[in-house]
């Protein structure tokens, strides 16, 4: 455990360093335009096809096919004074082995978005960040321009919700000292915790700066569910799904910034956990604060498990009235279980007129939002102990949709299990 321990330490200190170096930044979002992504469809987002689709004999009638991949983002004039910028964005993963998804800034260097998992044949919903050179950026207007491959599928296609460039800042900018915040500085903080139910959180910082913030957000570093398709289950929290943090450990907007972390169902870990806030000011100037310092879990609390699917249809996609069937491998006896929660990802294209869509052991769960949105749904759902049997626990997903259905998205479905505390 000393060796994890001091593990996660430097990962943490190698965290706490760059921000304390470059902890300010500000956001620049894409505010999306047809006309430049040659897309003049109502309620749309930045498509991306492979090039060949423009005159592909079966699609080319499509307006998708006609898409151009281009995406325009506005930076104000303060790119000298960065010490590195980031490309953030939200990304329904596209068809299953779609290939080779990339992109370049202002014709500049070119840069890779997760493609791996795509290609072989998953669905996925992604929030990358991608360090970019500052030198790559220009003051005012930048192109961004995204691509892919056709690789194994029909049609090389993925989708951009959201797009925004980070612009970490040098201490001693300029920008940051007219601003009044080149000395602030901040660290989580919690006491009174009964860490196998919940943790009290707060900010210390110097007061003075408080009429200067807006809200924090407080993230924690621990092994659960990859809700942001990052592929790590060990890792900071937290996604920007429409640009609102999901997935975190809370937001407040009130001094003294206090927060409470339910912890009752975060997963057994096998190295300290951190705590990490992001401070958002009122003049649009954002900074992550210090880390917390490392801490584990009480050795009496009762066990709390991640379990996923032992095995998973590829694609694991129903339309069209195809059965898909997956597999939970249940440990231990269920009248051991306090609670369980399911949790799951989808990229929601409807479910048709199929009442119940899922299933879990016979019993079916809303994974989704009724309304076909074509665009992705978390949810947790609470599971009856009861209805869970030793051993295999079968999924069922159904859809009767013509087209796209609904597509669960990597890392699939989870059950997250407490048990009772004598059964440790």
């Known amino acids: 455990m000393r060796i994890k321990t001091l593990v996660l330490l430097s990962v943490l200190l190698s965290i ?20 430049i992504n040659n897309n003049r469809q109502e309620g749309e987002r930045t498509r991306v096809s492979d090039r060949g689709m423009s005159t592909h004999p079966e699609f080319s009638s499509r307006y998708e096919a006609q898409v151009n991949g281009l995406a325009l983002v506005m930076v104000k004039d303060t790119i000298s004074q960065l010490v590195m910028a980031e490309l953030i964005c939200e990304m329904w993963g596209g068809h299953p082995r779609t290939a080779n998804k990339r ?9 890779s978005l997760p493609s791996e998992k795509t290609a072989v044949g998953n669905c996925e919903y992604l929030f990358p ?38 612009c970490y800042y040098r201490p001693d900018a300029q ?20 860490l196998s139910e919940s943790v009290d959180i707060y900010l210390k910082f110097d007061k003075s700066y408080e009429e200067k913030i807006l809200r924090v957000h407080y993230f924690g570093y621990y092994k659960g569910y990859d809700w942001n398709g990052s592929g790590k289950e060990s890792q900071w929290h937290g996604y920007q799904f429409k640009r609102n943090w999901n997935g975190h450990i809370g937001t407040v907007s009130e001094p003294p910034y206090r927060c409470n972390w339910d912890t009752r169902m975060i997963p057994d870990q096998d190295q300290p956990m951190g705590i990490l806030a992001l401070v958002e000011f009122n003049n649009g100037i954002k900074c992550w604060s210090d880390v917390s310092a490392a801490f584990n879990f009480p ?9 996923y699917c032992s095995d998973m249809p590829v694609p694991f996609w129903s339309r069209d009235g195809q059965l898909k069937k997956a597999t939970f491998k249940l440990p231990g006896n269920p009248e051991d279980i306090e609670e369980s929660q399911l949790y799951l990802k989808i990229w929601d294209g409807g479910e048709g007129d199929i009442k119940d869509p899922f299933k879990l052991s016979g019993i079916p769960y809303r994974i989704t939002s009724g309304n076909s949105p074509h665009d992705l749904v978390c949810t947790i759902n609470e599971v009856d102990p009861a209805s869970l049997k030793k051993g295999s626990n079968e999924i069922e997903l159904i859809s009767d949709t013509e087209h796209h ?5 990597l890392p699939g479905p989870a059950l997250v299990v407490r048990y009772k505390k004598y059964n440790r």
Do not use: M
């Not at 050795?299 to 379990?307: E, G, W």
């Open 299 to 307: 050795s009496d609390r009762p066990h709390v498990k991640l379990i």
């Open 129 to 166: 960040t991608i360090k970019i050179a500052e030198t790559e950026l220009v003051i005012g207007t930048n192109a961004i321009q995204f691509t892919c491959d056709r690789g194994e599928t029909f049609w090389g296609h993925f989708l951009l919700e959201e797009i925004g460039i980070r």
């Open 175 to 194: 920008f940051l000292k007219r601003s009044g915040l080149t000395d602030f500085r901040a660290v989580p903080k919690f006491s009174d915790i009964n």
């Open 16 to 35: 706490n360093t760059l921000y304390s170096q470059s902890g300010f930044f500000t956001e620049n979002w894409v505010e999306y335009e047809g006309r």
């Open 405 to 409: 259905g609904i597509e669960v998205c």
């Open 103 to 111: 992109f370049q800034i202002n014709g500049g260097k070119t840069y």
